[in-house]
Antibody, heavy 117, light 106 residues
Framework: QVQLVQSGAEVKKPGASVKVSCKASGSTIFGISWVRQAPGQGLEWVGW????????KYAQNFQGRVSMTTDTSTSTIYMELRSLRSDDTAVYYC????????????WGQGTLVTVSS | DIQMTQSPSTLSASVGDRVTITCRASQTISSWLAWYQQKPGKAPKLLIYKSSTLESGVPLRFSGSESGTEFTLTISSLQPDDFATYYCQQYNSFWTFGQGTKVEIK
């Protein structure tokens, strides 16, 4: 059974960076997407990374501010978001992207990132 | 970018009602559409993929259909556990979510 366990909540100041981790277990992970949800708002795709090759694709809204990396030795995927603004305050989810299709069949529990001065 | 327009944004219904939620894609996405259910404070849960394929363990009262670029999620008889927010998602070209539909108690 696939499990995705994310790192804990973060509080950051505007202009800082945050790095959120997602540790996978239970099955082969081919790709991981990151999705965020601002308070009371809908779901927004942030980006995707291949867990094996490290190839990544980012949503246009985050180009230049986000980086995704993998550590295959620990099956951990990381998302770093830089130059944080107050409107980056959100819950960030990692989700397994099914190989060959692309829908998200397993999700992490979410990580709340709060950006506040 | 592909835009997904979901309606309604809120839906008030009673237990036992038949409920329909619609999602329209801004361009063709074949059948590359998924539906998710989200409850407060929880991660989304996959219900349906490839427009109409039910994820394992999802009750049969949920179904999905399509007509061109319009996709529909139907709950045949609403149950107490179904009061939640529902999102569509296209995965034909990168990924885009609809705005969400909150199903609340009438």
């Amino acid at each position: 059974q696939v499990q995705l366990v994310q790192s804990g909540a973060e509080v950051k100041k505007p202009g800082a960076s945050v790095k959120v981790s997602c540790k996978a277990s239970g099955s082969t992970i081919f790709g991981i997407s990151w999705v965020r949800q601002a308070p009371g708002q809908g779901l927004e795709w942030v980006g995707w990374i291949s867990a094996s090759s490290g190839n990544s694709k980012y949503a246009q809204n985050f180009q230049g501010r986000v980086s995704m990396t993998t550590d295959t030795s620990t099956s951990t995927i990381y998302m770093e978001l830089r130059s944080l603004r107050s409107d980056d305050t959100a819950v960030y989810y990692c989700a397994r992207t099914t190989p060959g299709e692309g829908y998200f069949d397993h999700w992490g529990q979410g990580t709340l990132v709060t950006v506040s001065s | 970018d592909i835009q997904m327009t979901q309606s309604p944004s809120t839906l008030s219904a009673s237990v036992g009602d038949r409920v329909t939620i619609t999602c329209r894609a801004s361009q063709t996405i074949s059948s590359w559409l998924a539906w998710y259910q989200q409850k407060p404070g929880k991660a989304p849960k996959l219900l349906i993929y490839k427009s109409s394929t039910l994820e394992s363990g999802v009750p049969l009262r949920f179904s999905g259909s399509e007509s061109g670029t319009e996709f529909t999620l139907t709950i045949s008889s609403l149950q107490p556990d179904d009061f939640a927010t529902y999102y569509c998602q296209q995965y034909n070209s990168f990924w885009t979510f609809g705005q969400g539909t909150k199903v609340e108690i009438k």
